[in-house]
């Protein structure tokens, strides 16, 4: 008999249910660009990623700015990549192309950005599966309440912390992982 499947034969019930309950890779969530290029996650091992629902039309907008100052600062420690999103309030109505202006002309940024996709809802994008469930990222389940929530993943991939829109993107609370 094959050794490989002697040792798979093998498995109990415990070790099949750890294997069922393992975490989703962060690496292997698939998302493009606004531009419509798939972004490789796993390109961005080694270092944080804030992952940021943007909207072009909220009361935080404003928080480009502070998004390009992080990503400027300490773009050698984190990444930051907004994922627009138009489920409050249908704050981010625009096309890819429109949010693309709207960032660069109002904000200057020239951090990564998404395609526009659901946070939440019944048509959740996999990538806010995974920072909202518990039972995929391994570590909490949170809920997104409104545009500009923050998501802070470390180096390996690994959930780490989340804040809601009030917090700055400047705030302590974040660039404290940073330092």
Known sequence: MNPIKAFVGTLTASDKNIKQNATESLYDIAINSLQGNKIDLSEFKGKKILF??????????????????????????????GVPCNQF???????????????QVNYGVSFLITEKIDVKGENQHPLYRWLTKKAI?????????????????????????????????????ITSYLK
């Open 52 to 81: 940021v629902n943007v909207a072009s039309k909220c009361g935080f907008t404003p928080q480009y700015r502070e998004l390009q100052e992080l990503h400027d600062t300490y773009s050698d420690k984190v990444v930051v990549i």
């Open 89 to 103: 309030g249908k704050q981010e109505p625009g096309s890819n192309s429109d949010i693309q202006e709207f960032c």
């Open 137 to 173: 990222n391994g570590k909490q389940n949170t809920t997104v309440k409104w545009n500009f929530q923050k998501y802070l993943i470390d180096e390996e991939g690994e959930f780490l912390d989340y804040f809601y829109s009030i917090t700055k993107p400047t705030n302590s609370r």
